[in-house]
Protein backbone atom coordinates (compact mmCIF):
# COMPACT_ATOMS: atom_id res chain seq x y z
CA UNK A 1 0.00 0.00 0.00
CA UNK A 2 1.43 3.14 -0.97
CA UNK A 3 -0.38 7.07 -0.42
CA UNK A 4 0.19 9.00 -3.89
CA UNK A 5 -1.76 12.11 -2.77
CA UNK A 6 -2.52 13.80 0.23
CA UNK A 7 -4.46 16.67 -1.26
CA UNK A 8 -7.01 16.42 1.15
CA UNK A 9 -8.90 13.81 2.76
CA UNK A 10 -7.79 10.18 2.34
CA UNK A 11 -10.76 7.71 2.23
CA UNK A 12 -9.21 3.79 2.13
CA UNK A 13 -11.77 1.32 1.69
CA UNK A 14 -11.23 -2.55 2.09
CA UNK A 15 -14.04 -5.03 1.52
CA UNK A 16 -13.34 -7.71 1.74
CA UNK A 17 -13.91 -10.25 4.47
CA UNK A 18 -10.72 -11.47 5.04
CA UNK A 19 -9.38 -8.10 6.29
CA UNK A 20 -8.99 -9.23 10.12
CA UNK A 21 -6.77 -11.86 8.93
CA UNK A 22 -4.87 -10.22 5.53
CA UNK A 23 -5.10 -6.62 5.47
CA UNK A 24 -5.11 -5.40 8.45
CA UNK A 25 -1.56 -5.37 9.23
CA UNK A 26 -0.57 -3.14 6.15
CA UNK A 27 -3.22 -0.94 6.23
CA UNK A 28 -2.50 -0.24 9.78
CA UNK A 29 1.43 -0.26 9.12
CA UNK A 30 1.45 1.85 6.46
CA UNK A 31 -1.36 4.28 7.69
CA UNK A 32 -2.18 4.01 11.04
CA UNK A 33 0.83 6.35 12.60
CA UNK A 34 0.69 9.03 10.18
CA UNK A 35 -2.99 9.18 9.83
CA UNK A 36 -6.45 9.18 11.98
CA UNK A 37 -8.20 6.09 10.62
CA UNK A 38 -11.99 4.88 11.06
CA UNK A 39 -12.22 1.44 10.58
CA UNK A 40 -16.16 0.13 10.57
CA UNK A 41 -16.60 -3.17 11.48
CA UNK A 42 -19.32 -3.58 9.59
CA UNK A 43 -21.57 -6.83 11.15
CA UNK A 44 -24.67 -8.65 9.72
CA UNK A 45 -27.49 -10.11 11.86
CA UNK A 46 -26.17 -13.43 12.68
CA UNK A 47 -28.56 -15.50 11.71
CA UNK A 48 -28.71 -13.58 7.84
CA UNK A 49 -25.11 -14.17 7.79
CA UNK A 50 -25.32 -18.08 9.30
CA UNK A 51 -28.13 -18.38 6.65
CA UNK A 52 -25.94 -16.47 3.77
CA UNK A 53 -22.64 -18.71 4.39
CA UNK A 54 -24.37 -21.83 4.33
CA UNK A 55 -26.71 -20.87 1.08
CA UNK A 56 -24.02 -20.08 -0.72
CA UNK A 57 -22.43 -23.81 0.15
CA UNK A 58 -19.07 -22.89 2.40
CA UNK A 59 -18.19 -25.77 4.87
CA UNK A 60 -19.85 -28.42 2.19
CA UNK A 61 -18.59 -30.68 -0.77
CA UNK A 62 -20.57 -27.75 -3.04
CA UNK A 63 -18.05 -24.98 -2.20
CA UNK A 64 -15.05 -25.91 -0.12
CA UNK A 65 -13.36 -23.48 2.75
CA UNK A 66 -10.11 -23.63 2.76
CA UNK A 67 -9.20 -19.94 3.14
CA UNK A 68 -11.74 -19.29 5.55
CA UNK A 69 -10.27 -19.97 9.17
CA UNK A 70 -12.25 -21.48 11.76
CA UNK A 71 -11.43 -22.45 15.39
CA UNK A 72 -8.82 -24.87 14.52
CA UNK A 73 -7.02 -22.37 12.49
CA UNK A 74 -3.55 -21.67 13.44
CA UNK A 75 -4.04 -17.90 13.96
CA UNK A 76 -7.62 -18.42 15.86
CA UNK A 77 -8.35 -16.70 18.67
CA UNK A 78 -11.30 -18.84 20.48
CA UNK A 79 -11.04 -23.04 21.31
CA UNK A 80 -12.04 -26.00 19.09
CA UNK A 81 -14.83 -28.19 20.15
CA UNK A 82 -13.36 -30.63 17.75
CA UNK A 83 -11.20 -30.93 14.36
CA UNK A 84 -12.92 -29.41 11.56
CA UNK A 85 -13.02 -32.98 9.80
CA UNK A 86 -15.80 -34.39 13.04
CA UNK A 87 -17.93 -30.82 12.59
CA UNK A 88 -21.03 -30.56 10.59
CA UNK A 89 -21.05 -27.79 8.00
CA UNK A 90 -23.21 -25.45 10.64
CA UNK A 91 -21.02 -26.25 13.41
CA UNK A 92 -18.36 -25.32 11.19
CA UNK A 93 -20.19 -22.14 9.93
CA UNK A 94 -20.10 -21.16 13.34
CA UNK A 95 -16.71 -21.72 14.33
CA UNK A 96 -15.95 -19.10 11.62
CA UNK A 97 -18.46 -17.08 12.89
CA UNK A 98 -17.28 -16.75 16.69
CA UNK A 99 -13.70 -16.70 15.60
CA UNK A 100 -13.94 -13.93 13.06
CA UNK A 101 -15.70 -11.68 15.64
CA UNK A 102 -12.72 -13.02 18.21
CA UNK A 103 -9.96 -11.77 15.58
CA UNK A 104 -12.41 -8.38 15.21
CA UNK A 105 -12.32 -7.67 19.02
CA UNK A 106 -8.24 -8.07 19.26
CA UNK A 107 -7.35 -6.17 16.13
CA UNK A 108 -9.61 -3.48 18.23
CA UNK A 109 -8.20 -3.93 21.47
CA UNK A 110 -4.64 -3.87 20.74
CA UNK A 111 -4.77 -0.80 18.09
CA UNK A 112 -7.26 1.31 19.75
CA UNK A 113 -3.97 2.87 21.46
CA UNK A 114 -2.81 4.44 18.18
CA UNK A 115 -4.59 6.73 16.01
CA UNK A 116 -7.30 4.35 15.01
CA UNK A 117 -11.29 4.82 15.51
CA UNK A 118 -13.44 1.22 15.21
CA UNK A 119 -17.16 1.50 14.36
CA UNK A 120 -19.38 -1.50 15.28
CA UNK A 121 -21.73 -0.90 13.11
CA UNK A 122 -24.75 -3.58 11.81
CA UNK A 123 -25.52 -3.65 7.62
CA UNK A 124 -28.92 -3.22 8.81
CA UNK A 125 -28.39 0.26 9.58
CA UNK A 126 -26.33 1.52 6.76
CA UNK A 127 -27.68 -0.01 3.69
CA UNK A 128 -29.11 3.27 2.44
CA UNK A 129 -27.38 5.71 0.78
CA UNK A 130 -28.16 8.56 3.27
CA UNK A 131 -26.99 6.51 5.91
CA UNK A 132 -23.88 5.40 4.11
CA UNK A 133 -22.98 9.44 2.64
CA UNK A 134 -23.56 9.79 6.61
CA UNK A 135 -20.11 7.57 7.23
CA UNK A 136 -17.84 9.65 4.93
CA UNK A 137 -18.76 13.42 5.82
Do not use: C, H
Not at 21 to 37: A, H, K, M, N, P
Not at 71 to 80: F, H, R
Not at 88 to 114: G, V
Amino acid sequence: VRLVSTGGPIVYIETNPNFKSWYYDIVLREFGRDFRLTIINLRKWPPALLRSIYETGFFSDRDGYQWMETANSVNSKTPAIAPDYELTPLQLINSYILNTEAIAQEISKFREAESVTFLNLRSEEVFSKSASLDLVR
